[in-house]
């Protein structure tokens, strides 16, 4: 059990890192098949911070601080104000709302729509409200931070390093909670070896990204977006369906 649990975090870390996001979505639900969900979202919730430190760490160079800091700062804000938010916002509307838009955005750009956004600091700033926003309501905003970032046409490296440095500052919002609600003291001891299979993840990931052409990494990360938010739209609108 626990071999195949820490395989699952290692695979999970290399997917997120050639995609630039979704780690957390891919594992969560292998930790789930483990430990019960208070648990299992705390360690999924440390395993993404290891992956991400390692692909700032791994894609330091294409590190871009300005948007870092456009991006990140609202998106922490707005994270909060959503966790506070949740029990009065439906979750199945919001992702299906959400799934939706992801999902056409993606299958237009992959069929050749000029969907790009004017890369200022008001789209950072909204990218990273929306994201925040999301991330709060459902535990998972890396799909909307991810569609906002490849409008910016970013090279690889800085989609990146980028992305995973916004992804660390939402999360260590929310680790500290888990931790002094007591969901953390039954499975400390997964932590550290977590570090070590997230950062072997975030690395396997970098080795295939270097071999990804440019052109062939945005079709990457826009198939990633489609698989993501079709699955938020089909899970949000089963709700709604009385067989469902």
Known sequence: MTAAFFAAALLSDALGTVAGFGSSTIFLPFALLF??????????????????????????????????????????????LGALLVARVPQDALKAALGGFIAVYAAAS??????????????????????????????????????????????????????????IATDLTRIPVYVANGVAASVWPYVPVLLLTSLMGAWVGR??????????????????????????????????????
């Open 207 to 244: 080795a295939v990204v270097r071999r990804l052409p440019q052109a062939v990494f945005r079709k990457v990360v826009l198939v990633a977006l489609l698989i993501v938010g079709s699955g938020l739209l089909i899970d949000g609108s089963s709700a709604w369906h009385p067989w469902a």
């Open 35 to 80: 430990f019960p969900f208070p648990e299992a979202l705390f360690l999924v919730a440390c395993a993404h911070v290891f992956g991400n430190l390692g692909r700032v760490s791994f894609f330091r160079s294409g590190l871009d601080r300005k948007l870092l800091l456009r991006f990140g700062v609202p998106s922490v804000v707005f994270s909060l």
């Open 110 to 167: 992959l069929a050749g729509a000029r969907l790009h956004l004017r890369p200022d600091a008001g789209t950072a700033v909204a990218g990273g409200a929306a994201s925040g926003f999301v991330a709060g309501l459902i535990g998972t905003g890396g799909a909307i931070r991810g569609a906002f970032l490849s409008a910016f046409l970013l090279p690889k490296e800085v989609y990146i390093a980028t992305a995973a440095g916004i992804a």
